[in-house]
Nanobody
Framework: QVQLVESGGGLVQAGESLRLSCVAS????????????MAWYRQAPGKQRESFAV???????NYADSVKGRFTISRDNAEKTVYLQMNSLKPEDTAVYYCNTDGIRYTLWSWGQGTQVTVSS
């Protein structure tokens, strides 16, 4: 079983930055982690959880239009960690943020508790 632990969220003002981390642990070899595409998801109040940033095992990235140019996803396979650098935050970025596999080519792992990001105007 793989455990995912997200951290780094908080309360910030519009225009500020945050860096989120997601560490994978449990029965997961570094080689297994490095072989899957990872993604960041977020769930705003009253909305469904959605994927908005993906990084492939080769390091290619893809972003939803809503975060393109402001957010950067990266990974450290040796540490089994995925990062999300969030710049120029907007109130509409307020949500609980989660990481997981991309859920398309790779089976989702158990969800972590997520980390709350709140952006005030």
């Amino acid at each position: 079983q793989v455990q995912l632990v997200e951290s780094g969220g908080g309360l910030v003002q519009a225009g500020e930055s945050l860096r989120l981390s997601c560490v994978a642990s449990g029965r997961l070899l570094r080689s297994s982690f490095s072989s899957v595409s990872m993604a960041w998801y977020r769930q705003a109040p009253g909305k469904q959880r959605e994927s908005f940033a993906v990084i492939t095992r080769g390091g290619s990235t893809n972003y939803a239009d809503s975060v393109k140019g402001r957010f950067t996803i990266s990974r450290d396979n040796a540490e089994k960690t995925v990062y999300l650098q969030m710049n120029s935050l907007k109130p509409e970025d307020t949500a609980v943020y989660y990481c997981n596999t991309d859920g398309i080519r790779y089976t989702l792992w158990s969800w972590g508790q997520g980390t709350q990001v709140t952006v005030s105007s």
